[in-house]
């Protein structure tokens, strides 16, 4: 029978040939990157978007996925993030007053390959014991074969500069207060300033930043640092980002 929530079949390989089938969701297409797990019960779309996962494949440990629905509001940043999502369930009904898109749309406008149908807890139980791999999700390549050279001949993780990639070309002044149920909620009265350096940071970090009433001014990762120390902060936030810190 087919199922209208989703393109077709799709496959998951990774590159030590272990396989994953699923049925297509999101952007039709091919995504190769390092496979990983997340446990959260929510923010799917804040995971999806947080440019930490840049270059990567992940994994959503919670059953069904995508019953709130997509609100742009919750993009975590305009950088690109994961490449493509592996989940268990996609809900087939989107049901929250913000929801402006449906978890499906949303992956289509941002490129993402989404597959659906697969044992996660297999999945993960799979990466707790060998760790994180790269692998190959696909709606377009029903070659076994084919996929598992692509992810073993992806280059690793370790020592790729991805901050490059997400990381703001210009510096620029963050004023949104964090969110809540009446709107943005007002922040208290105007103190400290600090600059924080974009690795790839998420917009919910500078939220916060500005609820506490510090003035925030974003440059990119690769300002020097006496163009920083000129602008007299009172502290210097570095960001999380994406690839192995180690």
Known sequence: ???????????????????????????????????????????YQEIVRDPSYSGQIVCLTAVEIGNVGTNPDDDESGAPGACGLVIRSLSPVVSNY????SLHDWLVARGVVGLAEVDTRALTRHLRQHGAMMAA??????DVDALRERAASAPSMVGRNLVD????????????????????????EIGARVVAYDFGIKRNILRNLVQQGIRVTVVPST???????????????????????A
């Open 165 to 188: 990639e997400v990381t703001s070309a210009a510096p620029y002044t963050w004023t949104e207060p964090s969110w809540s149920q009446a709107g943005a909620s007002a922040p208290p």
């Open 137 to 142: 999700v696909s709606s377009e390549i029903g």
């Open 1 to 43: 029978m087919t199922d209208a929530r989703y393109h077709g079949p799709g496959l998951l390989v990774l590159a030590d040939g272990r396989v994953f089938r699923g049925h297509s969701f999101g952007a039709r297409g091919t995504c190769v990157g390092e496979l990983v797990f997340n446990t959260s019960l929510y923010g």
């Open 98 to 101: 913000r929801a402006k898109a």
């Open 223 to 245: 300002t020097p640092v006496d163009e920083v120390m000129a602008l007299r902060p009172d502290g210097v936030f570095l960001s999380n980002g994406p690839g192995d810190p």
